[in-house]
């Protein structure tokens, strides 16, 4: 049956039991009071027929558990699927020498078709571990098609074709989990991996690589989390893993199941949480393959027609009012949390799948009633907030992000106020401010007021992740911030023994500045994609046709970071220590839980001088001090600051160990005067070199 569809749109449901608290956070959201409680009657009555019909979703979200391929109690397979547009589904593989009809499947009702295969004369499986196996689809037309399992857990490229194949995983020991999921930290500093490209060979890297090689320095760098890319079976390498063909299967150019869990395991040694990149927002347009076209219809997974294709990604958008499609996905995100022990996910494509246009030529200005007119499209929204509530309630640890450009309301409050329960958004206007500025401005002509309106321009009581730079800016056609910065003087005058050109030395100076800045005032969370940290030269480019299938842009150079003769390691030494000082003062921190509703420590910004370049703030107790100014330094510059006392400098842009210029003297004992300044009790004189940011913390807090 299909859900949530035909509802009148000014019917109005039963209130969210909190919404009173959502309204409290921002009253400009009382007047779409109506279509509010509309959304949330929709999920309520989806959630309500699993409730009555499938046992609740504790249950419903098992699917992996019946459909599939599972080896029974007697030492058979038994093998089910949902294909209700095909005619006679069969299973072909190396058990039955690939004969395309000798083993069919009974049909069920409801679209579902099933098989059952008994072991062996010897007692044992009928399919060897890691032996390959298809379906063959009958369509209306009479076609034998052959097809992927939507539920494979393990699929690998054919060596003659190179398509992929469903591979039985069945291996005699399975892998025992050592370490429990560790505790929540009170801040989320998040570092964005892809394994592939994990090492800095020209070759694709694997679980294994990354487990030990990779993990240690995350710890080393003050990370917290680690955020994993293409895990999800992709065919095409360079779609960097977003257009996905198996969805439960790990992708396999990285290694087999077993070595993914050990990577997670690692990380849960070491007290780092791991998210999982899913997308769930569209699904490759491969039919052999992927999931289109699975039942030789165009429909099945996707919605049939115009609506089932996403033009900009030529992809295919799931049909989310659909029973089974509901199942398949909910159960997905059960999957990754049970089988691999994931402690979250990153929602990918988030504001494609809020709007019927996808977000495509759709510039969001704020207005309110942007959000919660027809563009919407609500089937979306029941799903993603069904899926929140699900994994909160099952997982209560487990963290939820949202890639999400428009802005949205309430996308990152609890469920129960009418919200759609997302934990964080990412702040994605951020990169593509720096971006700009340095693309377009003059140094001199950095507009300080229009920085921090975009570090702080986020909704109140809904917690960001804010970066400097992720992996979308360092694709090709554009470039990391630091070659924006440097450029092609990175090639040759990186070196120590090398004169400090004035490039490099603003470089080096702006990358720390901009990302300290960014850490410290553009969310309540932070995120660095893998390399960045040490400000990693040049682009992102996959091997493709385009590029000879080279692998020389889809590598991290550790090399650069590890030699001591380079000046990478100060971009890399400053990165670490900005995140241990956030460990110890916690300007990111929750109040409370880190998935409590309850706001964030807001900063609070006391200066912004457009002439001077100077920008001003407190946050957890810390003073952020920001000289953006290329080449005018201030002597006693008074600042304000709430709390009186004695401050001293906590972490300096400047310090030689950072590859500055060592005009900060950190024996300074930084006594605040009861002189009120920018409307705040007390304040303090400090020497602010040109571009420069420092914090001061009191000293007691040391």
Not at 313 to 333: A, K, P, Q
Not at 371 to 398: I, K, Q, W
Not at 497 to 521: F, W
């Amino acid at each position: 049956p299909n859900m949530a569809t035909d509802m009148d749109v000014d019917e109005v449901g039963p209130s969210p039991p909190d919404i009173q608290r959502l309204y409290d956070l921002d009253p400009y959201l009382k007047p779409f009071d109506k279509e509010i409680k509309r959304r949330y009657k929709c999920y309520l009555e989806v959630l309500d027929h699993i409730n009555q019909h499938e046992g609740g979703l504790e249950k419903f979200s098992r699917g992996y558990e019946y459909f599939g391929i599972h080896v029974t109690e007697e030492g058979g397979v038994v093998m089910r699927e949902w294909a209700p547009g095909a005619e006679a589904l069969y299973l072909m593989g190396d058990f039955n020498g690939w004969n395309k009809t000798s083993h069919p499947f009974t049909k069920l009702p409801f679209g579902k078709w099933e098989l059952v295969l008994p072991p062996k004369h010897d007692g044992s499986c009928p399919l060897d571990h890691t032996s390959k196996y298809k379906i063959v689809v009958k369509d209306k037309k009479g076609h034998l098609l052959e097809r992927i399992c939507p539920w494979a857990r393990y699929v690998i490229p054919s060596k003659e074709t190179k398509i992929y194949e469903a591979t039985f995983w069945n291996p005699s020991e399975k892998y025992v989990f050592r370490h429990p999921r560790p505790e929540l930290p009170r801040s989320l500093r998040i570092y964005e991996s892809h394994v592939g490209i994990s090492s800095w060979e020209g070759k694709v890297a694997d679980y294994k690589h990354f487990a030990h090689n990779v993990i240690p320095r995350i710890k080393k760098q003050g990370y917290n989390c680690i955020q994993l890319m293409a895990i999800m079976e992709h065919a095409y390498y360079a779609s960097f893993g977003y257009q996905v063909t198996s969805f439960y299967a790990a992708s396999s150019r990285y290694g087999h199941p077993d070595d993914l869990k050990l990577l997670i395991d690692m990380a849960h040694r070491e007290g780092l949480l791991v998210f999982l990149d899913v997308v769930h927002s569209h699904a490759s347009k491969n039919v052999l393959d992927g999931l289109n076209e699975f039942d030789g219809t165009n429909a099945c997974f996707f919605h049939q027609g115009g609506r089932g294709n996403h033009d900009l990604w030529d992809s295919r958008c799931f049909d989310y009012t659909n029973w089974e499609v509901l199942r398949f996905l909910l159960s997905n995100l059960r999957w990754w949390m049970e089988e691999y022990q994931f402690d979250g996910f990153r929602f990918d494509g988030v504001t494609s799948m809020l709007y019927h246009s996808h977000g495509i030529a759709h510039g969001f200005s704020g207005d309110l009633g942007e959000y919660f007119g027809l563009p919407t499209d609500t089937e979306s929204v029941t799903y993603l907030t069904l899926a929140n509530h699900m994994v909160h309630e099952l997982y209560p640890n487990c963290i939820t992000v949202a890639e999400e450009v428009s802005g949205m309301p309430a996308l990152c409050r609890p469920v129960s106020e009418g919200g759609n329960g997302f934990d964080f958004r990412l702040g994605m206007a951020i990169p593509d401010k720096w971006i700009k500025i340095l693309k377009e401005l003059k140094d001199e002509d950095w507009n300080v007021g229009d920085i921090v309106h975009t570090l702080i321009n986020r909704r109140h009581g809904e917690k960001t992740i804010a970066y400097a730079e992720s992996h979308d800016q360092a694709l090709v056609g554009d470039k990391t911030l630091a070659f924006w910065l440097m450029d092609a003087e990175m090639y040759t005058n990186m070196s120590c023994v090398s004169e400090m050109t004035v490039t490099i030395d603003r470089g080096l100076a702006l990358h720390k500045m901009i990302r300290l800045i960014t850490h410290g005032l553009g969310g309540e969370g932070w995120l660095n994609f893998i390399g960045n940290e040490f400000g990693h030269p040049e682009w992102l480019d996959f091997p493709r046709i385009g590029n000879n299938d080279s692998y020389h842009y889809a590598r991290r150079q550790w090399n650069l970071v590890d030699d001591d003769l380079l000046r990478y390691k100060f971009l890399n030494n400053f990165d670490r220590d900005m995140n241990l000082t956030e460990n110890h003062f916690g300007w990111l921190a929750a109040k409370q839980k880190l998935t409590s509703p309850e706001p964030f420590l807001q900063a609070y910004v006391s200066c912004k001088h457009e002439g001077d370049k100077v920008v001003v703030f407190e946050r957890g107790g810390c003073v952020f001090v920001f000289n953006f100014h290329p080449h005018q330094s201030y002597t006693d510059y008074r600042i304000g600051c709430d709390l009186p006392g004695k401050y001293k400098i906590v972490l300096d842009t400047d310090d030689p160990a950072y590859g500055g210029h060592s005009r900060l003297d950190h024996s300074t004992d930084f006594f605040t005067a009861p002189i009120e300044h920018d409307k705040r009790a007390n304040s303090v004189q400090v020497y602010m070199p040109a571009r420069v940011g420092f914090i001061l913390a009191k000293k007691e807090d040391n």
